[in-house]
């Protein structure tokens, strides 16, 4: 199983770029479907983007064509890339890794977006 920290998140301008990273533990990385949730005050945690094993990425509605998931094998390292950011963006957002039975989680990085 997987150990996940976040880094990356703070304070950012309505219209500004962050890049959220999701560092991970563990020899068998590349195996592992990786994603980002968030969770805004108040709200139910939420998908905000997926990628598979293969590369394949899927995105929630309200971030397609803003926000990039990526990963790095070689580093273990995924990232998402979240550029024309809005106040509504503003969460504690979280990576997860899941690979058939298993499933981990980091304990979150918040972004906070100014508008």
């Known amino acids: 199983q997987l150990q996940l920290v976040e880094s990356g998140g703070g304070l950012v301008q309505a219209g500004g770029s962050l890049r959220l990273s999701c560092a991970a533990s563990?020899?068998?990385?590349?195996?592992?479907?990786m994603g980002w949730f968030r969770q805004a005050p108040g709200k139910q945690r939420e998908l905000v983007a997926v990628i598979s094993s293969g590369g394949n990425t899927m995105y929630a509605d309200s971030v397609k064509g803003r926000f990039t998931v990526s990963r790095d094998n070689a580093r273990n390292t995924a990232y998402l890339q979240m550029n024309s950011v809005k106040p509504e963006d503003t969460a504690v957002y979280y990576c997860?890794?899941?690979?058939?039975?298993?499933?981990?989680w980091g304990k979150g990085t918040l972004v906070t977006v100014s508008s």
């Open positions: 997860n890794a899941k690979y058939g039975g298993m499933e981990s």
């Open positions: 563990g020899r068998t990385f590349s195996s592992y479907a």
